[in-house]
Nanobody
């Protein structure tokens, strides 16, 4: 049974930084694709970043500001978020996939999800 637990969310002013963590149980992160998604109020869940066999990928709106990384020794995935903007507000979800068979940015490629952590960026 794979379970993911996110942490690190909170309230931050625009321009600030947060680091989200995701610690999966029942899954070795070095062997599987890991992704971060977010959902703003009233909007659909959207792709943020992923770490797959082909490398790290980001949605355009966070390129240069967010970094996905893995600490294999701690079996933890991180999302470092810098220069946060109000529009980054939302619930952030960690996800993992048994095998990416389609677009890595599509949520349907990921079978296991965390409960989400709230990120609120104030102006």
């Amino acid at each position: 049974q794979v379970q993911l637990v996110e942490s690190g969310g909170g309230l931050v002013q625009a321009g600030g930084s947060l680091r989200l963590s995701c610690a999966p149980s029942g899954r070795t992160i070095s062997s599987y694709a890991m992704g971060w998604f977010r959902q703003a109020p009233g909007k659909e869940r959207e792709f943020v970043a992923a770490s797959t066999w082909s490398g790290d990928s980001y949605t355009d709106s966070v390129k240069g500001r967010f970094t996905i990384s893995k600490d294999n020794a701690k079996n933890t995935v991180y999302l470092q978020m810098n220069s946060l903007k109000v529009e980054d507000t939302g619930v952030y979800y960690c996800a993992t996939s048994e095998e990416i068979r389609g677009p890595y940015y599509s949520s349907v490629q990921y079978q296991y999800w965390g409960q989400g952590t709230q990120v609120t960026v104030s102006s």
